[in-house]
């Protein structure tokens, strides 16, 4: 299966169309024409937590360009799966993030095929059936998914103060520390607190 789209966005963007032609308008349903999606990590649910948000969906009113703004995580890779969560993220679209997962939410969920809790859907069989029909049409997710727990974490910054007597340590903000006038080590060894990075 050859892949005409060369980036994450053009292959989301054109989901984004055959979903509106096939998944919503047959249920009466439409996506904002000007919503804009990419691939990049939900400001919420962060690297590392057990449970993970895979799709984040902005209201107009977050938007300087006054557009609802889709991301679907990095973390993704696998095409069906990657637009059952376009799906739901679509659906908070139509609604501009308005209700949450409730009633109105839920109830336009159903209709296109969503199932589950609400906070977390799958795509039911119907749905997953017109998912790998688009993915057909579409071709490859040219995306691998990223393993964001292996990522370095960031080391302090704080200040490391240690005595050159005894050894004893503590850790300061930057600011803090150039208020420090007493570099006595509180130990009473009668060394002196010195600063390290």
Not at 56 to 69: I, L, P, T
Not at 99 to 123: I, Q
Not at 153 to 175: A, F, H, L, N, P
């Amino acid at each position: 299966m050859t892949n005409e789209y060369k980036t994450r966005e053009e292959w989301l963007v054109a989901a984004t169309q055959l979903l509106q032609a096939q998944v919503f308008k047959p249920v009466g349903l439409e996506v904002p024409s000007d919503v804009k999606v990419a691939c990049s990590f939900p400001s919420s649910g962060g690297l590392g937590r057990r449970k993970r948000t895979i799709g984040q969906c902005f209201s107009r009113a977050c938007s300087d360009a006054k557009v609802n703004e889709v991301f679907i995580s990095p973390t993704e890779d696998d095409a069906v799966e990657v637009m059952g969560t376009l799906v739901h993220e679509l659906i908070h679209a139509i609604d501009d993030c308005a209700n949450g997962h409730k009633k109105p939410f839920r109830d336009m969920a159903v209709l296109v095929g969503l199932e589950g809790k609400m906070t977390s859907t799958t795509s039911s069989e119907v749905l997953i059936g017109k998912l790998k029909k688009i993915f057909a049409e579409l071709g490859a997710y040219p995306h691998q998914k990223l393993d964001a727990s292996q990522r370095k974490k960031q080391t302090t910054r704080m200040i490391k103060y240690e005595c050159d007597c005894c050894g004893w340590k503590m850790r300061v903000s930057r600011q803090a520390a150039y208020q420090i006038e007493n570099h006595d080590c509180p130990t009473t060894c009668g060394g002196t607190l010195v600063g390290t990075r």
